[in-house]
Antibody
Framework: EVQLVESGGGLVQPGGSLRLSCAASGFTFSTYWMNWVRQAPGKGLEWVANIKEDGSQKYYVDSVKGRFTVSRDNAQISLFLQMNSLRAEDTAVYYCARGVYDSASKTSYIDYWGQGTLVTVSS | DIQMTQSPSSLSASVGDRVTITCRAS??????LNWYQQRPGKAPKFLIY???SLQSGVPSRFSGSGSGTDFALTISSLQPEDFATYYCQQTYSSPLTFGPGSKVQI
């Protein structure tokens, strides 16, 4: 059974830093792209970042570029999100999610999500 | 960036109704369109990929259609567990944007 368990959320002051972790199990972690998706309270889903299987490619939404860094440790079967210079608008539940590329349709999708970890940026 | 819009933003329906939600991309995304369901307080659940391919285990009352810029999610006969918010997402190019969501309520 695929499981994704996020941790590391909490309350942080504006300008502060936080590191989120996602522990994966039930699948061969090193063969999948991984994503971070967030959801502000009462709002919709926002894709934040993703990282290739071997960590060689990373992509970010513009609003976090230069502040957030996605990384992974395939030996420890974990995904990370280092968040610096946090702002009030970064307050959200952050989901770790597995990405899949379907070679038949030549499209990709997110098929499994964790339960999320809440990050609150406030003084 | 590719912008995604959805309509309606919310709708009221009854059990057994046929419901259709539309999603539009700001430029052609071929068939790189996915649909997700989110119930209150829960993580999203993956429903459909490549615009019309049903994920394994998803009930057949869900279907997707479209290509290019215009897409639709249809629920043929609404069940109590289908009352939720539905999001489309394009994976044609980064950033992988979601639509704003469509809430299906009683």
């Amino acid at each position: 059974e695929v499981q994704l368990v996020e941790s590391g959320g909490g309350l942080v002051q504006p300008g502060g830093s936080l590191r989120l972790s996602c522990a994966a199990s039930g699948f061969t972690f090193s063969t999948y792209w991984m994503n971070w998706v967030r959801q502000a309270p009462g709002k919709g889903l926002e894709w934040v970042a993703n990282i290739k299987e071997d960590g060689s490619q990373k992509y970010y939404v513009d609003s976090v570029k230069g502040r957030f860094t996605v990384s992974r440790d395939n030996a420890q079967i974990s995904l990370f999100l280092q968040m610096n210079s946090l702002r009030a608008e970064d307050t959200a539940v952050y989901y770790c999610a597995r990405g899949v590329y379907d070679s038949a349709s030549k499209t990709s999708y997110i098929d499994y999500w964790g339960q999320g970890t809440l990050v609150t940026v406030s003084s | 960036d590719i912008q995604m819009t959805q309509s309606p933003s919310s709708l009221s329906a009854s059990v057994g109704d046929r419901v259709t939600i539309t999603c539009r991309a700001s430029q052609s995304i071929s068939n790189s369109l996915n649909w997700y369901q989110q119930r209150p307080g829960k993580a999203p659940k993956f429903l459909i990929y490549a615009a019309s391919s049903l994920q394994s285990g998803v009930p057949s009352r869900f279907s997707g259609s479209g290509s290019g810029t215009d897409f639709a999610l249809t629920i043929s006969s609404l069940q109590p567990e289908d009352f939720a918010t539905y999001y489309c997402q394009q994976t044609y190019s980064s950033p992988l944007t979601f639509g704003p969501g469509s809430k299906v309520q009683i």
